[in-house]
């Protein structure tokens, strides 16, 4: 398939056969040959260069969270995805610009080779993109990120943090506290791997979440006190449970991580009022006008203010999505911080 020119109301790629990533039933996905899907007014379709797997695909394919009646659509649940336009129905967006594909997760298609999807949802990225399109795609979970501090800001200049779990997302979280001035960042992980990178992230202590009770740790580091502020990003019933004891008399909290089942979390909250705590979650960072976090995030990799290089460990063919989703999903024992599909 060839790109197209900008077209207005037709579409020469619409029915085309192409490669697609489907969850047939909870636990399993599998790549097929389906259509591409027919463009509305100001969508685009975007060829997919690279598409990288979240926490909350894992927890939507692996665990049944939110998912609609299997077989799903193709290309669901991918939200984090970089490719080129090769159509533009009535949007700015003009064939041959790298994008990134940022979708809710919901309606997204990223592990699909053609997506076609709204305007509003890409972000034009830099002209060096093409040649990095591997870094620029870790701006989708680096923007979410940038995105959950400004919409909750706290000062953590001189403080203590704690960040639970050091996927990508955890691992941005500590780059960008760090940067934000915390004197002590405290981190959590099963994995060696993601530890170390933790610490050239700027991590002070880097503690394997199985070695002990993580708060007896914490309370240790910090003189019986706790910390000042605690991250949750991981998305597992443990960890967001136990994020308030980590946290000292008066402390806040983010819960970052999407949570890995349907039921409903216990949750202590007298203790949570006792210690008069303060607590957030975040969602919807790919609805933000104008997608200003995921171009912040863009071009701190540009100006190599951060580098994700140490982020890139796992790439799988799109035809073999389903062992991609399995070492995302157990990790342990290997040296895997992220692990995306390629097209």
């Known amino acids: 398939m060839n790109a197209s020119s900008v077209t207005s109301g037709t579409s020469d790629l619409a029915g085309s056969p192409m490669r697609g990533a489907r969850l047939v039933e909870v636990g399993r996905m599998e790549c097929q040959e389906t259509a591409v899907v027919a463009p509305g007014p100001g969508d685009v379709i975007v060829r997919s260069a690279y598409a990288s797997i979240c926490g909350s695909d894992l927890h939507t394919v692996k665990h049944g969270v939110d998912v609609p009646p299997t077989p799903c659509p193709h290309g669901f649940p991918g939200h984090e995805g970089i490719g080129t336009v090769v159509e533009s129905h009535g949007s700015e967006l003009a064939p041959g610009t790298t994008v990134l594909t940022v979708p809710n997760s919901a309606v997204g298609t990223c592990f ?6 709204p305007a509003s949802y890409c972000l034009a990225l830099p002209d060096d993109a093409p040649d990095r399109m591997r870094e620029y795609l870790m701006a989708q979970q680096l923007g979410t990120v ?9 000062d953590v200049v001189g403080r203590t943090v704690v960040v639970q779990g050091q996927g990508s997302a955890g691992l941005f979280f500590t780059y960008l506290l760090r940067r934000a001035g915390a004197a002590t960042i405290i981190t959590s992980d099963l994995s060696e791997t993601r530890l170390e990178v933790s610490r050239s992230y700027g991590a002070d202590e880097a503690v394997r979440a199985d070695s002990g009770d993580l708060s007896q740790v914490v309370a240790d580091l910090t003189g019986g006190r706790g910390a000042d502020h605690v991250v949750e990003a991981v998305g597992r019933r443990e960890t ?3 994020a308030p004891s980590l946290a000292r008399v008066g402390g806040t909290m983010l819960w ?21 705590l303060t607590g957030w979650s975040t969602y919807g960072a790919q609805d933000e006008p104008g997608l200003s976090s995921f171009a912040a995030a863009a071009d701190l990799i540009r100006r190599g203010e951060i ?24 990790p342990q024992g290997r040296a895997t911080v992220k692990v995306s599909v390629e097209f």
């Open 112 to 117: 699909n080779e053609y997506q076609t999807l």
């Open 146 to 154: 940038i995105w959950a501090l400004r919409k909750n800001p706290v």
């Open 240 to 242: 967001l449970l136990a």
């Open 256 to 276: 970052f991580g999407l949570p890995d089942s349907e039921q409903p979390v216990p949750f202590d909250y007298r203790n949570f009022f006792r210690r008069k």
């Open 307 to 330: 580098d994700v290089n140490p982020l890139l460990t796992d790439m799988f063919p799109v035809e073999d999505i389903d062992e991609a989703f399995s070492l995302a999903h157990e």
